[in-house]
T-cell receptor
Framework: ETGVTQTPRHLVMGMTNKKSLKCEQH?????MYWYKQSAKKPLELMFV???????ENNSVPSRFSPECPNSSHLFLHLHTLQPEDSALYLC??????????????FGPGTRLTVL | AQSVSQHNHHVILSEAASLELGCNYS??????LFWYVQYPGQHLQLLLK??????LVKGIKGFEAEFIKSKFSFNLRKPSVQWSDTAEYFC???????????????FGQGTTLQVKP
């Protein structure tokens, strides 16, 4: 399954580092999403982009900064993270968002560890 | 708060046993419903979805789910599980139009299924 790819797959960073997560979708979709998956908790929606415009910020701390240069690419820029930010970060895409009936397709995730 | 609940957190079955995983949601109105599966080391994949029509939905790999509106439920079933079904299963809901979460996918906390050979 190569519809949605994410790099890197694993990332270890210190609290003072700056790093970026990358997501690319090859499905011709117009909506892209960032989710956080922590152990024993439901997936948490972080950001939604629809036609390159951010349409949702789910009260995410400013140390997470998304960027969507085009409909195929989505970045999550990370700086001064905390250990509790360690989690699996999932990217997803769908035809569009807001209509409610679009299936989301997920990438493999980036396993982030903050030391 | 409106939510999606999966009551079984960890299920252990022997091969050929029947499976039913519960999913309940608390949104009124018209919802879209999904089951996703995450095999070990792999990404989340769609198993099946319900938008409208026949409330009994067939998915991939022999899975099915039944939407019971009166019970706000969308339980996942499989008559005979295999070792390869070992995975984590997530129920998800698109809340109805007009709700604060319209257009979003709201996930349950997941159920880990372990199938013993």
């Amino acid at each position: 399954e190569t519809g949605v790819t994410q790099t890197p797959r694993h990332l270890v960073m210190g609290m003072t580092n700056k790093k970026s997560l990358k997501c690319e979708q090859h499905l011709g979709h117009n909506a892209m999403y960032w989710y956080k998956q922590s152990a024993k908790k439901p997936l948490e929606l972080m950001f939604v982009y629809n036609f390159k415009e951010q349409t949702e910020n789910n009260s995410v701390p400013s140390r997470f900064s998304p960027e969507c240069p085009n409909s195929s690419h989505l970045f999550l820029h990370l700086h001064t993270l905390q250990p509790e930010d360690s989690a699996l970060y999932l990217c997803a895409s769908s035809q569009a968002s807001g209509g409610g009936a679009d299936t989301q397709y997920f990438g493999p995730g980036t396993r982030l560890t903050v030391l | 708060a409106q939510s999606v609940s999966q009551h079984n957190h960890h299920v252990i079955l022997s091969e050929a046993a029947s499976l039913e995983l519960g999913c309940n949601y608390s949104y009124g109105g018209t919802v879209n419903l999904f089951w996703y599966v995450q095999y070990p080391g792999q990404h989340l994949q769609l198993l099946l979805k319900y938008f409208s029509g026949d409330p009994l939905v067939k998915g991939i790999k022999g899975f099915e789910a039944e939407f019971i509106k009166s019970k706000f439920s969308f339980n996942l079933r499989k008559p005979s599980v295999q070792w390869s079904d070992t995975a984590e299963y997530f129920c998800a809901v698109n809340p109805p139009r007009g709700s604060s979460n319209t257009g979003k996918l709201i996930f349950g906390q997941g159920t880990t299924l372990q199938v013993k050979p």
